[in-house]
């Protein structure tokens, strides 16, 4: 069962079962090997939800959208079905799906309650094996009608490929508009998939670098609008704003650690030198962690808080290093050519993200935790900026194309790269949690 935050949410699930329960299979239809060049996609067929007028084929759509958009799946143009559902509940005629090649097949119905609020239930069907692998309804009001749609879709996507999905989510970035030599800049957030865009900000001052917090709607971020960089926290819902600190000199990218009680950041202090340092976000006590007379920045936790990754070019250009939480142990761990930036840590735990810039073209990148393995996924005149999705096997970067930014996603096998729709020019995305 998914609760979501009050007051704004309120939506139930409840597992669907028939007359006669058929054990699900331990296996999952899609493999996922991020190893692979390619992955091929699963071709499913997902109709339009029953009842509801509109929103019924709403949903659908929605649904549809997300799995396309990861690449692992092949929605089957409706046009080619020859079962017409109309009653979801009931057992579907297995040939008629297994003729045009779904092998997965997705029926549902929306209607709504007494209460005013929206009923939504699907049920996953294995055309090949002749059953049902999951189904659930959900209860919710109107303004999260999308977000059934969202939840519907990961749940769809873990019982295929037996990892958690990422499209209950959205995505904090800077919203840019206006003339390029004076452009407004406003702290913006969104669906993951570019779809209901609100303002946090009113763009009369300079902000950069949102990051949220790995378990709470709440982002770090920073802002000029004193004329010196401040960082501040800002809870998304109740739009509720706290000074973490007034910083001399400049203050970069700060980010949450895993447990939410601590932003890491680099400080440039008055001898030129740009350092890593921690703060505890309850006692507002500052840590140093890094001592170098080089320009050390770009600091991202691993998912358990143990680790820290970051940027220095101590060695004469920008590496990427790793080091304890405590500052420890600091080892370089990238060796190829170019300059690399933006290191982000997998939430899986795995992987690396990073920007490279190489003969003139910006990279998007991963490589293991101990640097081998590196990986270029896309590669652009100017593009940097990866963040994850929660199940670490997508990232969302920023590039520079016709005058402005705009946001790109990008699977790990580097084959399903994905325009974001945004109204405006974009920049510096951060990927939240899963929504609850």
Do not use: C
Not at 17 to 24: E, F, L, N
Not at 97 to 124: C, H
Not at 233 to 257: D, K, W
């Amino acid at each position: 069962m998914r609760s979501f935050l009050k007051p704004l949410l309120t939506i139930a699930a409840m597992a669907l079962g028939m007359t006669a329960i058929v054990p699900m299979p331990a296996w999952a239809l899609v493999e996922l090997n991020v190893n692979k060049g390619n992955v091929e996609p699963l071709p499913i067929a997902i109709t339009d939800f029953q009842g509801g007028d509109a929103l019924g084929a709403q949903i659908s759509q929605i649904v549809t959208a997300d799995l396309k958009r990861s690449g692992l799946f092949a929605p089957i143009d409706k046009s080619a079905f020859i079962e017409k559902i109309a009653n979801p509940d009931a057992t579907p005629r297995f040939d008629d799906w297994k003729v045009i090649n779904a092998q997965a097949l997705v029926t549902g119905s929306v209607s709504k309650e007494a209460d005013g609020r929206i009923r939504a239930q699907y049920r996953l069907w294995d055309t090949f094996a002749g059953q049902q692998m999951a189904g659930e309804q959900f209860f919710a009001n109107d303004a999260n009608q999308r977000r059934v749609a969202h939840i519907i879709a990961d749940a769809i996507y873990e019982r295929l490929t037996g990892e958690k999905g990422y499209f209950d989510t959205r995505v904090v970035f800077i919203d840019e508009s206006g003339a390029k030599n004076a452009r407004k800049k406003r702290l913006a957030i969104m669906d993951q998939d570019g779809a209901n865009i609100r303002y946090l900000s009113d763009g009369r001052s300079i902000v950069l670098t949102p990051r949220f917090s790995p378990n709470r709607q709440e982002i770090t971020y920073m802002s000029y609008e004193s004329g010196q960089p401040r960082v501040y926290l800002l809870q998304i819902e109740t739009g509720q704003r706290e000074l973490v600190g007034n910083f001399p000199g400049m203050t970069f990218a700060p980010r949450f650690s895993p447990d939410g009680q601590k932003v890491i950041m680099s400080l440039l202090r008055d001898d030129g030198n740009s350092n890593i340092f921690a703060m505890d976000l309850r006692s507002r006590s500052t840590t140093r962690l890094t001592n170098s007379t080089a320009i050390d920045t770009s600091p991202s936790y691993s998912p358990d808080g143990s680790k820290v990754v970051f940027t220095s070019d101590r060695g004469g250009r920008a590496q990427i290093y790793v080091m304890g939480a405590d500052g420890s142990g600091q080892t370089r761990i990238s060796f190829g050519d170019g300059v690399y930036s933006t290191p982000v840590w997998s939430p899986r735990g795995d992987l690396i993200a990073f920007t490279k810039q190489t003969g003139g073209e910006f990279q998007i990148g991963v490589m293991k935790t101990d640097g081998s393995g590196e990986r270029i996924l896309s590669s652009g005149f100017q593009q940097e900026g990866p963040t994850w999705a929660p199940n670490g096997r997508v990232l969302m970067f920023f590039r520079d194309s016709n005058g402005g930014p705009k946001l790109v996603s990008v699977d790990l096998t580097g084959r399903n790269e994905q325009p974001i729709p945004t109204a405006n020019f974009a920049s510096d995305p951060a990927w939240s949690p899963l929504l609850e």
